[in-house]
């Protein structure tokens, strides 16, 4: 019933740890999961004084690119709508907090234990797959437990107001036979023909312009000149040799993960140091001598729990076991084995049995990327220094972009929220119609698009709200009026063919046992307009006509009856009827919400 509720809001298990800490650190690096959860002054709106800032909207274009829906030319396009989402989100957050929603840690704790993230291969809760989980995704427990905890009272939110509005068993057993009723009809469509042939005075032009003057309108429009710095562009032109690809490999997968073993041989209970290190000797002698590191560990390891499994650990991250374990572990490559490294009361013997990195070919294009991109850094920030520094003085922007060698843009007439392709993008219409530029005429502030764009605005032009004069519009006002008057005659015609209904002028189509949702060739307008007429007498017909966008249709219903049961059928349209109703409860709450918060756009 609430599967498109629940899929519209943030789900938990996997998009929390892999959608969002896995896109945050690919992005931004491991020191963006701590902006997430602290301040951040690179915000892009704020909600009733609660910041929204430009990771976030980045985490979410992420997100829904990696779902494979949307197509990667309409990346940058996306992050209005991901803003509108975000701020969505906070205004139901913000109201479960004022309303007290409550999540206790006992339910955190079971809501965990059954998340599938977490599991073992017999669904089984593994606290080592949890820790390797959250390791490999950066994140904390305590910060993990506090986003999963805010999700969780934000579908209690929804869910509460869904499951508030009902429908009684009469109601439900009437959508039934609604649903399932059957109407024999006949129809003929009375077609526009000959409207250009349709006269149209002045007087009848200036009228219909007087009494629909709104529809003339123009709002206050802009005309925009702008420069964008795009890294990407730049980043284009840059050539890589296949050396500082083969290079950028090695670093990029430095830090992957890997499954490591390891023989532990601890002192102090039972050995000194000098014995540890004297046993730790002698695996590392067998091990030269072949014999296997599994059975190596099996003979030597005091660490049992791993012995038994020939020392293996799993898959680890950097920073699971610490920086000691770290400095050894990600210095070996695949199948090596350390020496005898002290750490921790004990020697370990480490081995590396598996790295898990993509093959070089599968990350040539995006290494290529990477590397032309870092390679363009500083002449990127020099570029937007140098933006900053000259449009700030400049009294127009084709002498910046001269001087930075980039291309001044224009765009058409633009009233506000009407930006598009790169001018729709979060802050910059805002902008565009602040005191500073629309008023003062200045350069716009440089604009952060992005991590790799920066934008300069001017308006070039600009034009206040106006109703446009009658001669400047007089085309459409004549094809508004020939339509009307078209349509008109054809209603009076309408009515005088019902008028006598058996008149042979009347072409009439037959349409037998047409059920509300069933494939038809039928006008879906008919059809609607037939199940909305009164039942017929007994061997009595109908009438009524019913307007269409083009032209006008009659129709005789001659037959009411109902339709087979089809429970399958029937129980798919209650749950849809229930689903729209809690659709409607909670876009409801989210309009008012809307119509009483302060948010701001930069």
């Known amino acids: 019933m609430l599967q498109s509720i629940r899929d519209g809001s943030r789900s938990w298990g996997a998009k929390i740890?892999?959608?969002?800490?896995?896109?945050?650190?690919?992005?931004?690096?491991?020191?963006?999961?701590?902006?997430?959860?602290?301040?951040d002054p690179?915000?892009?709106?704020?909600?009733?004084?609660?910041?929204?800032?430009?990771?976030?909207?980045?985490?979410?274009?992420?997100?829904?690119m990696r779902s494979g829906q949307v197509p990667p030319e309409q990346e940058r396009a996306l992050r209005s709508e991901m803003l509108d989402q975000l701020i969505t989100q906070r205004l139901l957050t913000q109201y479960a907090e004022e309303g007290s929603f409550?999540?206790?840690?006992?339910?955190l704790d079971q809501l965990i234990v059954n998340l599938p993230e977490f599991q073992d291969q017999e669904g089984v809760f593994s606290a080592e797959q949890f820790r390797n989980r959250l390791a490999r995704a950066g994140y904390t427990p305590l910060s993990f437990r506090q986003e999963l905890r805010t999700d969780v009272k934000r579908r209690q939110l929804q869910q509460g107001l869904a499951f508030s509005?009902?429908?009684?068993?009469?109601?439900q057993q009437r959508l039934a036979e609604l649903q399932r009723q059957q109407r024999s009809f006949r129809y003929d469509v009375l077609s526009a023909e000959g409207a250009s042939r349709i006269d149209v005075s002045q007087e009848e032009l200036e009228r219909y312009y007087n009494e629909n003057a709104e529809r003339f309108e123009r709002l206050e429009q802009v005309r925009l000149e702008y420069v964008?710095?795009?890294?990407?562009?730049?980043?284009?032109?840059?050539?890589?040799n296949e050396a500082e690809l083969r290079e950028a490999w090695r670093e990029q997968n430095q830090n992957a993960d890997r499954r490591v073993a390891h023989i532990m041989i601890s002192y102090g209970d039972e050995r000194t140091r000098e014995q540890a290190q004297v046993r730790a000797e002698e695996a590392l002698d067998a091990l030269d001598s072949v014999e296997s590191f599994a059975d190596t560990a099996a003979r030597y390891s005091d660490d049992t729990a791993s012995a038994e499994d020939g020392g293996d650990l799993g898959e680890i991250s950097r920073g699971f076991f610490g920086e000691a374990f770290d400095e050894v572990a990600f210095s070996l490559g695949e199948g090596e084995i350390s020496s005898a490294v002290e750490m921790d009361d004990a020697f370990h013997i480490?081995?590396?049995?598996?790295?898990?990195?993509?093959?070089?070919e599968e990350q040539r294009d995006r290494l290529r990327q990477d590397v032309a991109m870092r390679e363009v850094d500083d002449e990127f920030n020099q570029r937007v220094q140098q933006l900053i520094d000259e449009s700030f003085a400049a009294e127009d922007l084709q002498s910046v972009a001269d001087d930075i060698g980039l291309t001044l843009q224009e765009s058409d007439w633009l009233a506000r929220g009407e930006g598009r392709g790169v001018l729709s993008e979060p802050g910059v219409m805002e902008a565009a119609f602040s005191q500073d530029v629309l008023e003062e005429r200045y350069n716009s502030e440089v604009i952060e698009l992005d991590n790799d764009r920066r934008m300069v605005l001017r308006v070039a032009e600009h034009r206040d709200a106006t109703v446009l004069p009658l001669e400047q519009v007089?085309?459409?006002?004549?094809?508004?009026?020939?339509?009307?008057?078209?349509?008109?005659?054809?209603?009076e015609e309408a009515k005088e063919l019902l008028a006598d209904p058996e008149s042979e002028a009347i072409e009439w189509v037959e349409a037998n046992r047409i059920s509300r949702?069933?494939?038809?060739?039928?006008?879906r307008m008919v059809v609607q307009a037939a199940f909305r007429m009164p039942h017929p007498e007994s061997g009595e017909s109908t009438y009524r006509y019913v307007e269409l966008p083009e032209g006008v249709a009659i129709i005789a219903l001659d037959n009411v009856r109902d339709g087979d049961v089809d429970e399958q059928a029937e129980r798919f349209v209650a749950q849809m009827a229930e689903q729209l109703r809690a659709q409607s409860v909670i876009q409801g709450l989210i309009d008012d919400l809307r119509s009483n918060a302060e948010i701001e756009r930069r």
């Open 17 to 39: 740890i892999i959608g969002v800490m896995v896109a945050a650190m690919a992005l931004f690096g491991v020191e963006s999961l701590f902006g997430l959860f602290g301040s």
């Open 228 to 240: 964008v710095i795009d890294r990407e562009e730049m980043a284009a032109d840059v050539e890589v």
């Open 474 to 491: 007089r085309e459409e006002a004549k094809v508004a009026v020939r339509a009307r008057k078209q349509q008109q005659a054809l209603v």
């Open 102 to 107: 409550y999540v206790s840690d006992d339910q």
């Open 165 to 171: 509005d009902f429908t009684l068993e009469t109601e």
């Open 517 to 523: 949702e069933a494939d038809s060739t039928v006008p």
């Open 350 to 360: 480490i081995q590396v049995q598996d790295i898990d990195r993509p093959a070089f």
């Open 42 to 64: 690179d915000e892009v709106a704020s909600v009733n004084g609660e910041p929204i800032v430009r990771q976030e909207v980045e985490l979410e274009v992420q997100r829904a």
